[in-house]
């Protein structure tokens, strides 16, 4: 059985490049009928914490990756790391390191002076048993680093192919600290070997951790997992994401109105393309269609806009009672949940919802962009204030609201003809009554159809608002 995983650092939030590298793991796993395995790397004490544990377990759920094993946590692990090392030690293929950090950052310094190139120079690796006793009576602190043999190490990537690299490129790296905490290579060869881990795909960036991995594996006799290496996630100028690209936390899309289904589908697609060339694609057409041959060698550019475009499809799709539930949250954070939900408007509710839906790219965006429907405007756009803060448009408004004032049929067919035969009366142009009467309305230069939207409120309400913006023009803005 075919066994993967996911192993974040909660030394921060979940971020895209690695939601993907889970995504990628997860529907491997549920392809090949396999496990997936969720592992906790927290053995960096000083930087993780409780609360992004939760953030990365929460995450995950948020976007409906599940996993069948875990979460394990490297830091409840020390004993077994500290067994593994002893046994390396056993066999000769590690060492007791007692230098410290500042002796090393010495003989550092001195060989770029003679413009050497460094790498650790196996100072404890040739002590002799005197030195070695002389340090243990002293107390001194001492890690335990692998001893790396001679000639290469080759693996074949899933994605890239063969990879070589000469041993001589590798230093003998610690395997466990003096505090007793594993490194990274070191942890992740035990916890892969103990958890069963057949297949290790994750980012390019570890590419250069495998030589050492493989090191590891075999100075233990145990045969490696397959290793492939996905391309890194780029921003536009093609340099690797970072949060000034965007948001790059997996929370921040939540919160910003992202569906979990838009954002893994979008995901998906970075870096990979199905067969048949379609975008929008569902959970099971994407475990039927995936294939890590089809995952490309090089990065992929991470487009706000193309995943704007792919939520705004995932949002039409969706029913209308689903959409005005998912809304909820976005309401509540606004105070706007009452004007929606309670009074027997519900029904109003959800033709706001149906009007606006083919407009949002995002959940947030109902919020932004549909906030008049439930509150008066507290302010106009700057573009309107610019081109309809002028006495003839205040004029223009005063002779339409003295027509509105006298009508009890809001329909929006008839609302259209009071307007536009106040334009004839007025010898203006229809778009100079009807885009100051879009401003006052919404306090924007865009949106529905304003009959349309005018329909869906009361004679009161519409009269207020024209009244409110005549005043804000009168006194200046």
């Known amino acids: 059985m075919n066994r993967y995983r996911i192993a974040p650092s909660p030394t921060g939030y979940l971020h895209i490049g690695t939601l993907r590298t889970a995504l990628f793991n997860w529907i491997l796993a549920k392809k090949y009928q396999g496990k997936f395995i969720l592992r906790i790397e927290d053995t960096d004490i ?103 043999p001679e000639g290469t190490t080759t693996f074949e990537d899933i994605i890239h192919g063969k990879i070589t690299r000469e041993n001589t490129e590798i230093e003998d790296f610690v395997i466990l600290k003096s505090d007793g905490m594993p490194s990274y290579n070191f942890a992740v060869v ?43 996630i780029l921003g536009r100028d093609k340099s690797k994401l970072s949060k ?28 990979w393309s199905p067969p ?63 004007d929606a939900y309670l009074n027997k408007r519900y029904k109003w509710y959800l033709q706001v919802v149906e009007m606006m839906r083919e407009r949002i790219k995002t959940l947030k965006d109902f919020i932004t962009l549909g906030r008049f429907f439930f509150r008066d405007p507290e302010e106009y756009s700057e573009k309107g204030k610019r081109k309809y803060f002028k006495q003839e448009f205040a004029n223009h408004l005063v002779y339409l609201r003295e027509k509105l004032a006298g ?26 009554i009807i885009h100051p009467l879009r401003l006052a309305v919404t306090g924007l230069t865009f949106g529905p159809g304003l009959f349309e939207l005018i329909e869906l409120f009361d004679k009161e309400t519409i009269i207020r608002r024209i009244d409110k913006m005549i005043i804000a023009i009168n006194k200046g803005g």
């Open 244 to 271: 000034r690209h965007g948001a790059v936390a997996v929370t921040q899309y939540k919160k910003d109105g992202y569906l979990p289904e838009a954002l893994i589908n979008y995901l998906v697609l970075l870096g």
């Open 407 to 432: 009508i009890s049929d809001f329909s929006k067919g008839h609302l259209e003809t009071i307007t536009r035969e106040s334009a004839e009366e007025l010898n203006i142009h229809p778009k100079y």
């Open 276 to 338: 048949d060339g379609k975008e929008i694609l569902t959970i099971k057409e994407i475990i039927e269609n995936f294939s890590l041959k089809r995952v490309n060698k090089k990065g992929a550019v991470f487009d706000i806009d193309k995943l704007n475009w792919m939520n705004s499809e995932y949002i039409k799709l969706m029913k209308i009672d689903e959409l005005a539930n998912a809304l909820v949250p976005f309401l509540e954070e606004a105070g706007l949940y009452q």
């Open 46 to 148: 000083r930087r993780s914490s409780e609360e992004m544990v939760n953030v990365i377990i929460e995450s995950m759920k948020w976007v409906g990756l599940d996993w069948d094993e875990g979460p394990y946590f490297q830091s409840e692990r020390k004993e077994i790391y500290k067994k593994y090392a002893q046994r390396l030690l056993d066999k000769g293929k590690a060492y007791y390191c007692y230098c410290t950090p500042e002796e090393i950052q010495s003989r550092k310094q001195k060989a770029i002076s003679e413009h050497r190139a460094w790498k650790y120079d196996r100072r404890c690796y040739n002590l002799s048993p005197g030195e070695k006793e002389k340090f243990e009576s002293e107390g001194r602190k001492k890690a335990i680093r692998i001893f790396i």
């Open 190 to 232: 035990v916890d892969d070997y103990e958890m069963g881990i057949t297949d290790v795909l994750r980012g390019d960036d570890h590419i250069s951790n495998t030589p050492k991995q493989i090191i590891l594996y075999k100075a233990f006799g145990w045969q490696p997992p397959k290793f492939g290496h996905l391309p890194l």
